[in-house]
């Protein structure tokens, strides 16, 4: 998998997102077939998951939890090189 650059993926995660809402809003008006809300509805699940790996990815990068060798666990940075 071919890493993204971070203004990419916030990039991505904002697009993604205000997509999401524009087909929220759709749905909400209820002027849609059911055929065409099946679709919306569809593109929004798909939606949801892209932003939540996009968050995952954001929380992972912020910081990590380290094992001491006492057993301790400390937060660090989040090293993309690790």
Do not use: W, Y
């Amino acid at each position: 998998m071919p890493k993204t650059s971070k203004t990419s993926t916030i990039a991505d995660f904002e697009k993604s997102l205000n997509e999401l809402e524009a087909l929220v809003r759709e749905l909400e008006q209820g002027e849609l077939t059911l055929e065409q809300s099946l679709t919306a509805f569809e593109r929004g699940v798909t939606l949801t998951r892209e932003c939540q790996q996009a968050l995952r990815h954001a929380e992972q990068r912020v910081n990590k939890l380290v094992q001491s060798p006492e057993g301790e666990l400390n937060e660090q940075p989040f090293d993309e090189q690790d």
